[in-house]
């Protein structure tokens, strides 16, 4: 199964962009950097994704980037947000495409009454210690997670 994942995820992901890159001109994405009273952190993991990131997706036409963020909380992690989240940074990421960007917001201030269930989008989701991440967190998520945390530069790139 996971052989299969790895395989299809690029496929999946360039159609994705092929499609978008003709019904928008740029795609802009948000992410939410989310820490416990703990100093953890949560992540997921996708089903049709390789590795643990931080929650989030696309911002929609007539979206807010702050509307979206707090939609994808309560959608893959049933978080809601209570407070103001604070934003850290706007990177390109080109990996993906020419045309992809991606804020990133630190939010402290939420709720989650109940752990989220994993379904179709979401396979995995948990709460993790600074030096506790899982191995195969995406160097993006542990690159902003460093920033936020530890005072590493902030870098313009995803």
Do not use: C
Not at 4 to 19: G, Q, S
């Amino acid at each position: 199964m996971k052989r299969i994942r790895l395989a299809v995820e690029p496929l999946i992901r360039r159609t994705f962009h092929l499609y978008w890159r003709f019904a928008r001109g740029m795609t802009l994405g948000v992410r939410g950097l989310v820490i416990d009273n703990d100093q953890r952190i949560f992540l997921i993991t996708h089903t049709y994704a390789h590795g643990w990131q931080l929650p989030g997706g696309g911002v929609e036409p007539g979206e807010t980037a702050a509307e979206a963020l707090a939609r994808e909380l309560l959608e893959e992690g049933n978080i809601e947000i209570l407070g103001p989240p604070k934003f850290h940074g706007l990177f390109f990421n080109r990996r993906v495409s020419q045309r992809d960007h991606v804020a990133v917001f630190v939010v402290r201030s939420f709720r989650q009454q109940n752990a989220p269930k994993p379904n179709h989008e979401i396979a995995a989701h948990g709460f993790f210690a600074f030096d506790g991440l899982p191995q195969n967190t995406t160097p993006a998520t542990r690159a902003r997670i460093a920033e936020v945390l530890s005072g590493a530069p902030l870098s313009q790139w995803w």
